[in-house]
């Protein structure tokens, strides 16, 4: 998730510093190919936590039932409804991607112009998804953190400290 915001960080600085004050390119050809390394390096850093997230989202809410009100942000429950629509959407795209990447014919390999644009339509098509991952994916981290710190309900709570007999003295007047 943090190679995900570094990656969107430096494409708000490279749109910033290449479009116009309403947001339109000042060279269309370059700011398209700077976007589809976007989407691809977004995709990339996804990977390896593509296949864990939704045990990530249930852990999530369980974690999150579990807490006391107080220690709830109420941002939480939205925030993980995002991820659990980018994911399902994320998934559907997946599929398509491996459904479009098995039609393409034997020639069509990485490097080719017929694989390489079907995969850049995929990485497009996901990009939004994978941005609400890297917006809203820290809500995971939160919410652990906050459930690994909150008291458990099934240990007992801490007794009060009793004072030992050396802090009950009193110091000696002279």
């Known amino acids: 998730m943090s190679d995900s915001k570094k ?13 116009d004050l309403d947001g339109w ?8 190919l700077r976007a589809s390394r976007r989407d691809a390096d977004t995709a990339e850093a996804f990977e390896p936590l593509r296949h ?5 989202l249930a852990t999530a809410e369980t974690q999150l039932g579990r807490l006391p009100a107080g220690a709830v942000q109420s941002r939480w429950v939205y925030q993980l409804g995002v991820l659990h629509a980018g994911l399902d959407r994320l998934e559907q795209l997946h599929q398509q991607w491996r459904e479009t990447r098995d039609a393409l014919p034997a020639t069509a390999t990485p490097g ?26 820290n809500t995971l981290r939160e919410i ?5 710190n909150a008291p458990s309900p099934l240990a007992p709570a801490p007794a ?14 002279k």
């Open 7 to 19: 990656i969107l960080d430096a494409w708000d600085a490279y749109s910033d510093e290449h479009t």
């Open 25 to 32: 390119p000042y060279d269309d050809h370059a700011y398209g």
């Open 52 to 56: 864990g997230a939704r045990h990530l």
């Open 112 to 137: 080719t112009p017929a694989f390489d644009d079907a995969l850049a339509e995929y990485h497009a098509e996901s990009w939004s998804y994978l941005d609400d991952w890297a917006t809203h994916g």
């Open 144 to 148: 652990n953190t906050v459930a690994r």
């Open 160 to 173: 009060p400290a009793t004072a030992s007999a050396a802090d009950r003295r009193t110091p000696a007047r």
